[in-house]
């Protein structure tokens, strides 16, 4: 093992200098090199499948908790782009309230003690302002007075289906590519180890965004669009998708209808205009504090309590920084893939996008949604990395015991 995989696990440490004063180099370079042995317990190392549980575990942990936030900063970023929000029974009621003033009676305010309300024909219909977000709290107040206390978890399945494969792929490959590229740059270029989390990360986070970025595209819909057909159960991630796919086929020719599903990728590369800066600012900064963090709490005497609480530490302050310096891009990646024309969504590029933001609301518009964001990454990062280095620590013990 590398020794950046020692200081990050110094549970670890004691364990291997026994095994290197007990076995021929040889024996040694073989046991704490990739790929990881199986052969005894003594030298075990945790393998993609061990690796893959622990990251799914953290993920589907992290989406349930954060995902009220990602709602706010959805919606915040998507009012900003031009999507106008109401009464979920605005539209039924102005419909029903034509066929005569004997018809139906609604009362459409914001909320009940809201005292701007105004009769319009038989309807209470609060206005416009009522139903325009001014920041975090307000959305998640509004969307509970309006929409429900579960419309805050919207989209929590398909953050699940998104969490599960998407951070099972990332966080192992990012191990894997480290310790790879770690041992390489020890070998052969030495200065160049420092940036060895920066690249390793930009290229797991690229792998594992353009797997499963389909369900992320859904994510942001189901986050952004007010359900409006009331009685009826939201549209799924399943369904959500072929909405987008039979949109756009019914808007095109023929001839194109086969980039039908080329359209489930719109806006992928924003997402990676994002996501690769947004893990290299985050793991290049998150592993020399838990490195240190884990000096100062355990060292080689490490105990689960304290790996949680250095890597907890150390992701929150990665993920904010991360996602407080990545937002402009957020922002750009939120306004592709809510774009209902699917030829202009196709045909449009990050920059362009960044440049409307701009056009439309200067500075303050690249960083919409900044406070959800940040305060959803700090925690998500937080979480996922200490319980994905908990279980990791939980599972090594639990072997080399056995």
């Not at 954060?66 to 782009?81: E, F, G």
């Not at 031009?82 to 305010?109: E, I, K, Q, W």
């Not at 838990?290 to 790996?307: I, Y």
């Not at 774009?339 to 056009?359: F, G, N, Y």
Request: positive net charge; glycine residues 8%.
């Amino acid at each position: 093992m590398v020794d950046s995989e020692r200081i990050q696990n110094p549970w670890m440490a004691s364990e291997q200098t026994a095994v290197q004063m007990n076995a021929q180099p040889s024996d040694s370079t073989k046991c704490f090199s990739p790929p990881p042995p199986l052969q005894s317990s003594d030298s075990y190392k945790l393998g993609i499948g061990e690796r893959a549980f622990s990251a799914a575990g953290a993920a589907v942990l992290s989406a349930i908790i954060v995902n009220p936030l990602d709602v706010a900063k959805t919606r915040l970023q998507a009012q900003a782009a031009g999507v106008a929000y109401s009464h979920p029974l605005s539209n039924m009621t102005g419909r029903m309230a034509c066929f005569g003033p004997n018809m139906m009676f609604a009362d459409l305010r914001c909320s009940p003690s809201c005292t701007r309300a105004g009769i319009h024909g038989t309807v209470s219909l609060c206005p416009p302002e009522c139903f325009r977000y001014k920041g975090t709290l307000d959305v998640l107040y509004k969307i509970i007075q309006q929409e429900g206390f579960s419309m805050l978890w919207r989209g929590t399945n398909a953050g699940l289906a998104l969490a599960v494969p998407t951070v099972g792929i990332y966080l192992p490959c990012y191990d894997i590519f480290r310790n790879w590229l770690e041992e390489f740059t020890t070998k052969s270029a030495p200065t160049t180890t420092p940036y060895v989390p920066l690249v390793a990360g930009s290229l797991a986070r690229s792998l594992a965004c353009a797997t499963c970025y389909p369900i992320e595209l859904a994510k942001t819909r189901m986050q952004a669009f007010q359900e409006t057909q009331i009685g009826k159960k939201p549209p799924g991630v399943f369904q959500t998708l072929l909405d987008v796919v039979s949109h756009f086929k019914s808007t095109n020719s023929p001839q194109s209808s086969l980039q039908g599903y080329r359209v489930l990728w719109t806006g992928m590369g924003a997402q990676l205009a994002r996501d690769v800066p947004f893990s290299a600012i985050c793991w290049s900064t998150l592993e020399p504090t838990r490195r240190k963090l884990l000096n100062l709490v355990g060292g080689d005497d490490a105990t689960a309590l304290s790996v949680l609480g250095a890597n907890f530490s150390a992701g929150f302050v990665a993920g904010t920084i991360a996602a407080g310096a990545t937002c402009p891009l957020d922002v750009a990646k939120t306004r592709r893939q809510i774009e209902r024309d699917p030829v202009r969504a196709l045909k449009m590029s990050t920059r362009q996008t960044l440049m409307e933001v701009w056009r439309d609301g200067g500075l303050k518009g690249l960083f919409t949604g900044l406070g959800p964001r940040v305060g959803r990454a700090g925690p998500s990062v937080g979480i996922v990395v200490s319980f994905y280095e908990v279980v990791k620590f939980v599972l090594h013990n639990q072997y080399n015991t056995s």
